[in-house]
């Protein structure tokens, strides 16, 4: 089976307001506790945030089955330098990788997801 890939760019203006507007509810609907922390522990914690809210459209871009998992069943995390998903509920046990990156204006993520308990792409069947 082959991947779906997902791709999608943020106005990291777009979420400074939304924080500034809708702070707390905004930020829990969206992000898991540790992804709040990660990005405010950072100097700039909209550019982090806009990443991270990135990668999940992209996550969502790319998925294709029929029930969409909730914004906290997909997970930003870093894999040591690399930002990688954490994955539960309907997602969990599916192949991914991620690609974040940002500007001071935009911010960009690229998903590639393979179904749970597919062969890897490129085996023989």
Not at 40 to 53: G, K, M, T, V
């Amino acid at each position: 089976m082959d991947p779906n890939i997902g791709i999608d760019i943020v106005e990291i203006s777009r979420i400074r307001r939304l924080v500034d507007r809708y702070g707390e509810r905004f930020l829990t609907k969206i992000f898991t506790p540790a992804e709040i922390a990660t990005c405010f522990a950072r100097a700039r914690p909209a550019e982090s945030l806009a990443a991270r809210f990135a990668a999940k459209e992209a996550f969502a871009k790319a998925w294709s089955e029929p029930e969409m998992p909730g914004w906290h069943d997909v997970e930003v995390v870093m894999d040591g330098e690399k930002p990688a998903f954490h994955l539960r509920g309907i997602a969990a046990g599916h192949r991914t990788r991620l690609s974040l990156s940002h500007t001071h204006q935009f911010a960009v993520a690229v998903a590639w997801i393979e179904k749970a308990g597919a062969p890897p792409s490129g085996a023989e069947r």
